[in-house]
């Protein structure tokens, strides 16, 4: 039997079985469909102001419960009757325990479906943390190369080509088409230039896919935007110290030097093109003309300067130096997709390398914390590109074991949308510890093995009929 709405608040009682429809915010309980097991549930429910509440009768538990008339010993008050009657009894107790003992066993295709969920589940996580892992390996090696850099040593561009390399196979590996890139709860500037330079060379390198750019094209673009800061490494440095730990920053009066700065500092090497050179000169231009040092406009401006301006820009507002003024991913797009769509030719970043970010991204990055459409919150895992709003999602299911997590293909859910995105500092601290968002997060393709690991046991008609 389905929901049927509750007519009486007052009606409410423990043993009933509910649902509460409404924003997940609208109510302190982790599911919006349980069992009301303790007075404090009944009062917080009765409490509530911006619900709906249901509830189901065949789960609900019968109030009526008539205690057992104790019968006397006495052999003389014992009639034939009352033998019957307890010998029916006794009978019908055994068939109940053998219904309830059937009723527990797992049907073969729910068990089937969830050996399959949690393989699903464990293929994502050990994937994420063997890419998690190379990520650092090469987040070592840019701090190297920055060294390297200030020092003038040639080695830097040989470093430099290896990280850009490493990546852009893996971005080509149709198994492991993704990268880690610091999206959710971090800072660019206090965990050091290189890792902001990742950051923005990994979105590069992604946009650059989009405009089928050429391998050595791309490695000049992957270049570029891997060393479009060093500039800040030849300007005076301030340490402040905070509660969180300490941040290192430029100076911000002598900020607006960079770029000329790191273009010096580049063409000093030999083997240093001209295209490199001009990204880092002009990464911080404005097809406007309204960016710095120099004013350009449009024409003036590259197609690989203007993607590394554009993976720049949302890194930025990701990542801000005051936590508190980040924005989640979802939020830094539309913003971004907003002003070149409103602004058109007079936009500061070209309408076309934000589309191939969001593309290449997806409308809900991975590691977007989400509301769905039924008031459960979830973290996004991995993108689908054919369906940019309905990617895979990681479900908060805290009455599910950790080793059984719940991944949902919202493209294979017809009923269920992502209502909002939400950002960290407005999740309920049970729920932010659950979903664990990285500080990493995967870009996978939604047409990959590595998207969602299907079962090798299912059929392919099953794969798409039964996916989550």
């Known amino acids: 039997m389905s929901f049927v709405e509750i007519d009486d608040i007052q009606d409410l009682r423990i043993g009933v079985f509910v649902k509460l429809e409404g924003s ?62 307890e010998v029916f009894n006794v009978e019908s107790v055994g068939q109940e325990e053998q219904t309830k003992q059937e009723e527990s066993l797992i049907p073969e295709s729910a068990l089937s479906e969830l050996l399959d969920r949690r393989e699903n589940y464990h293929e994502f996580f050990d994937h994420l943390r063997k890419v998690e892992g190379a990520y650092q390996k090469t987040l070592a090696q840019g701090q190297e190369l920055f060294q390297q850099l200030s020092g003038r040593r040639p080695a830097g561009l040989k470093t430099g080509d290896a990280m850009i390399t490493n990546m852009m196979q893996a971005l080509n590996n149709q198994k492991t088409a993704m990268s880690l890139i610091d999206l959710v709860g971090s800072n660019g500037v206090a965990w050091g230039l290189s890792e902001h330079a990742m950051n923005v060379c990994t979105l590069s390198l992604l946009i650059g896919r989009q405009f089928s750019l050429e391998d050595d094209v791309l490695l000049e673009l992957g270049r570029g935007a891997l060393f479009h800061d060093v500039g800040y490494r030849a300007l005076p440095m301030k340490v402040k110290f905070q509660a969180v730990g300490m941040k290192v920053e430029a100076d911000p009066e002598l900020r607006l030097l960079h770029p000329e700065m790191g273009h010096q ?44 301006m554009v993976a720049d820009h949302f890194d930025e507002l990701c990542n801000a130096p005051d936590h508190e003024t980040s924005l989640n991913p979802h939020a830094a797009l539309s913003r971004m997709y907003r002003h070149v769509v409103k602004k058109r030719e007079s936009s500061k970043f070209c309408e076309q390398v934000v589309q191939a970010l969001v593309q290449a991204i997806g409308v809900y990055p991975p590691g977007s914390l989400v509301e769905l459409s039924d008031g459960f919150m979830g973290v996004v895992s991995s993108i689908n590109v054919h369906a940019p709003t309905k990617p895979v999602v990681l479900l908060y299911a805290p009455w599910l074991c950790r080793n059984d997590g719940l991944l949902i293909n919202l493209a294979k859910e017809s009923t269920l949308e992502i209502k909002q995105a939400v950002h960290a500092k407005d999740i309920p601290e049970q729920v932010l510890g659950y979903l664990s968002p990285r500080r990493m997060a995967m870009f996978v393709h939604a047409t990959e093995p590595t998207t969602m690991a299907f079962n090798s046991r299912r059929s392919s008609h099953n794969k798409s009929a039964r996916a989550r």
Do not use: C
């Open 265 to 308: 500092l580049i063409v000093s090497f030999l083997n240093a093109g001209p295209m490199l050179g001009e990204i880092i000169a002009q990464h911080h231009e404005r097809l406007d003309g309204s960016g710095f040092p120099k004013g350009l406009k449009r024409d003036g401006i590259s197609l690989l300067t203007r993607i590394v």
């Open 24 to 85: 997940w915010f609208s109510h302190p309980f982790p599911t919006n469909t349980f069992t009301i097991k303790s007075a404090e549930d009944l009062n917080t429910i009765k409490g509530l102001t911006d619900v709906t509440i249901l509830y189901d009768p065949d789960r609900t538990q019968s109030a009526d419960f008539d205690d057992m008339q104790n019968t006397s010993n006495d052999d003389s008050s014992i009639s034939a009757g009352s033998i019957e009657v």
